[in-house]
């Protein structure tokens, strides 16, 4: 699965439906990576003030991880200046 993320709310989502997919609990998930359940919590709702690592360790811990993929812009014809 690919999905275009572009900001902490989105990830959180994603986060939280592929917890639920694999029938794990906020707690089992912290459990993993060495997180309460309330800082499961906080990034599943979006907090922008999560640790990278932490993004990493929790992503790798359902078996995902993170891709950059350059965004699509418009382009910007010269004599438009």
């Known amino acids: 699965m690919q999905q275009m993320v572009v900001s902490p709310k989105e990830l959180g989502i994603m986060m939280r439906d592929l917890r639920k997919k694999q029938g794990l609990t906020q707690t089992e998930l912290g459990r993993r990576v060495g997180l309460d ?45």
Do not use: C, H
């Open 37 to 81: 359940q309330k800082k499961v919590s906080l990034i599943e709702n979006g907090n922008p003030n999560v640790r990278l690592d932490t993004l990493f360790r929790l992503l790798s811990s359902l078996g995902y991880g993170i891709a950059l993929q350059a965004k699509m812009t418009e382009s910007i014809e010269e004599d438009s200046w």
